[in-house]
Every structure is written in C-alpha cells, then in structure tokens.
C-alpha cells in the first residue's frame, strides 16, 4: 500500500520536473551578440586593427560583465 502511495505521487512530480510547463519566460539577464565572431583576414604585421562587437541586454534585469576573457 505504500509503495503505491509513493508511485501515485512520486510520478507525476517527477513528470513535472523534467518537463517545465510551456510559455514561462525565464526572468533575469540575457546577453545577446549581434555577431559572435570577426575574421580580420590578412594583417600586415605591426597593423593595429580594431573591430566593436555589439551587445545587448534583452532580459528584464541589469546585466553584470565581471570578467571579459579574449579568444
């Protein structure tokens, strides 16, 4: 009897988990590249060369940059 009393409602909470209901949006920051890579081409060696990538915040809150790692 309590092994059903588990399946009961051990089931249906594992269902809900693994598939969160449909059309919640997720709340918080969301970093969005225009473009997320840029191939210079040929450089001529000493050529300082420059490119801005464009970011934007799309989310609902501030977005933090606390650390930039360049490729």
């Known amino acids: 009897m309590r092994r059903l009393l588990v399946c009961i409602f051990a089931i249906p909470m594992i269902?809900?988990?693994?598939?969160?209901?449909?059309?919640?949006?997720?709340?918080?920051?969301?970093?969005?590249?225009e473009e997320r890579e840029f191939d210079f081409g040929e450089v001529k060696e000493g050529k300082v060369v420059e490119h801005t990538f464009r970011l934007f915040n799309k989310g609902d809150q501030p977005l933090k940059i606390v650390r930039v790692k360049p490729g």
Do not use: N
């Open 15 to 33: 269902i809900l988990l693994c598939f969160p209901a449909r059309g919640q949006e997720v709340r918080g920051p969301k970093l969005v590249l």
